[in-house]
């Protein structure tokens, strides 16, 4: 069975860095595109990066410079670094992937990053 | 970047009617349009891929359809469990991928 499950959230400063992870199981890491998607309170979805099988790596404008993608295909996990801060970054941050489909169709249950002095 | 406009914003129904809800793409995405459900607290879930194929365990009260720049997600009859947030999702043209600002299904 597909499973996501998140980890890293909380509270951090503006200007501060964090690292999120995705602990994945019940398949490849490294043979699925796996993203990021977040949501700030009360909003809508937000693309942030995605991470191809074969390494490439996509940003949305908003953090391009300030995270970076990557993974550990050893621990099955993906990985979010989140520099730079700043409090429009806050935001419940999912993983997905595309599993079964060439779409997002499996989520974890989200972590909330919230940047704040 | 192509933006995706959801309408309405706020769907007010009942139960066992029919809900039709709107996406319109700012230029062509074909065919590649997805729709997500979303409940308070709990993760997106994938409905609708490619315009108008339901994903695994998806009911049939969920239909899809559309093409070019013009998408409607239909749900036959509400069932008390259907009242959600529901975004369309585009990725002809990417990056960046972009979903709408979203539909709210209420009571």
């Known amino acids: 069975e597909v499973q996501l499950v998140e980890t890293g959230g909380g509270l951090f400063q503006p200007g501060g860095s964090l690292r999120l992870s995705c602990a994945a199981s019940?398949?490849?890491?490294?043979?699925?595109?796996m993203t990021w998607v977040r949501q700030a309170p009360g909003k809508g979805l937000e693309w942030v990066s995605t991470?191809?099988?074969?390494?490439?790596?996509y940003y949305a404008d908003s953090v391009k410079g300030r995270f970076t993608v990557s993974r550990d295909n050893s621990k099955k996990t993906l990985f979010l670094q989140m520099n730079s801060l700043r409090a429009e970054d806050t935001a419940v941050y999912y993983c997905?992937?595309?599993?079964?489909?060439?779409?997002?169709?499996?989520w974890g249950q989200g972590t909330l990053v919230t940047v704040s002095s | 970047e192509i933006v995706l406009t959801q309408s309405p914003a706020t769907l007010s129904l009942s139960p066992g009617e029919r809900a039709t809800l709107s996406c319109r793409a700012s230029?062509?995405?074909?065919?590649?349009l997805a729709w997500f459900q979303q409940k308070p607290g709990q993760a997106p879930r994938l409905l609708i891929y490619?315009?108008?194929n339901r994903a695994t365990g998806i009911p049939a009260r969920f239909s899809g359809s559309g093409s070019g720049t013009d998408f409607t997600l239909t749900i036959s009859s509400l069932d008390p469990e259907d009242f959600a947030v529901y975004y369309c999702?585009?990725?002809?043209?990417?990056?960046?991928?972009?979903f709408g600002q979203g539909t709210k299904v209420e009571v």
């Open positions: 230029q062509s995405v074909g065919s590649y």
């Open positions: 490619d315009a108008s």
């Open positions: 019940g398949f490849t890491v490294s043979s699925n595109y």
């Open positions: 997905a992937i595309e599993y079964k489909t060439t779409w997002l169709d499996y």
């Open positions: 991470l191809y099988s074969g390494g490439s790596t």
């Open positions: 999702q585009q990725r002809n043209s990417w990056p960046p991928w972009t």
